[in-house]
């Protein structure tokens, strides 16, 4: 069961993640995220064959410290989609098929 320094942890690196703070990285594995924290903590973001996702804390001996699930605090499922989509630059590939993105029109622009 999550605790409520568990649920403070999953936000902040939520708002980091989004922030741009903290880079996500993908791994060998299918549908599994890492990224380290004061170089010497692991965090691993994975979604299971159940389809939920897992936040997990690893200490330098990478010892299991703690894992919170999207079951226990939605948040982490929001965590996962957003980390999947930078690690794999999910927007990239949309702009590349896309085409450039569009450009503003100023006022400038307009010749009347």
Same mark, same amino acid.
């Given at each position: 069961?999550?605790?409520?320094?568990?649920?403070?942890?999953?936000?902040?690196?939520?708002?980091?993640?989004?922030?741009?703070?903290?880079?996500?990285?993908?791994?060998?594995?299918?549908? /599994?995220?890492?990224?380290?924290?004061?170089?010497?903590?692991?965090?691993?973001?994975?979604?299971? $064959?159940?389809?939920?996702?897992?936040?997990?804390?690893?200490?330098?001996?990478?010892?299991?410290?703690?894992?919170?699930?999207?079951?226990?605090?939605? $948040?982490?499922?929001?965590l996962?989609?957003?980390?999947?989509?930078?690690?794999?630059?999910?927007?990239?590939?949309?702009? /590349?098929?896309?085409?450039? $993105?569009?450009?503003?029109?100023?006022?400038d622009?307009? $010749?009347?």
């Amino acid at each position: 069961m999550a605790t409520e320094k568990d649920i403070a942890l999953v936000q902040f690196i939520l708002d980091s993640t989004k922030n741009g703070k903290i880079q996500w990285e993908s791994t060998a594995l299918d549908y /599994e995220f890492t990224t380290t924290f004061k170089g010497k903590y692991k965090a691993m973001l994975e979604r299971g $064959p159940s389809n939920h996702c897992h936040l997990s804390l690893y200490n330098e001996a990478d010892e299991y410290l703690l894992s919170v699930s999207d079951s226990e605090f939605y $948040p982490v499922a929001d965590l996962y989609e957003m980390v999947r989509r930078k690690a794999l630059n999910v927007d990239s590939v949309i702009d /590349e098929i896309l085409g450039s $993105p569009p450009t503003k029109i100023s006022d400038d622009d307009i $010749p009347f």
